[in-house]
């Protein structure tokens, strides 16, 4: 069983700078995590149905374990990835945690 960090990204005011700043900072800090398997970005456009979607951009951070992530996100490189999250994420962020099983 592996788990999985899911980070949501409300659309920026800016989505030139967003990117930029996301690519260029933000993902080479979190890529640092121990532990981290996987992360995949997805973008625009973003579906929801009938209604358009509320998220820019999608990450998926994968894991080992629930365990590995949570050691992960309590290390000196999680807490430097979520600290860094208020300097590009102002329009919002939701972040979800969760244990996969491939069926």
Same mark, same amino acid.
């Given at each position: 069983m592996a788990a999985q960090l899911m980070v949501l990204y409300a659309p920026p005011? =800016?989505?030139?700078?967003?990117?930029?700043?996301?690519?260029?900072?933000?993902?080479?800090?979190?890529?640092?995590?121990?532990?981290?398997r996987s992360y995949t970005i997805n973008k625009g456009p973003i579906s929801g149905g009938a209604a358009a979607s509320p998220y820019y951009l999608?990450?998926?951070?994968?894991? =080992?374990?629930?365990?590995?992530?949570?050691?992960?996100?309590?290390?000196?490189?999680?807490q430097a990835a979520s600290a860094d999250v208020p300097n590009f994420g102002m329009a919002g962020v939701t972040v979800l945690t969760f244990e996969t099983t491939t069926v």
């Open positions: 005011a =800016d989505p030139a700078a967003f990117d930029a700043y996301y690519l260029g900072t933000h993902v080479p800090i979190a890529k640092r995590m121990p532990g981290l999608i990450a998926i951070l994968e894991f =080992d374990s629930i365990a590995a992530l949570g050691a992960a996100a309590a290390s000196p490189e999680g």
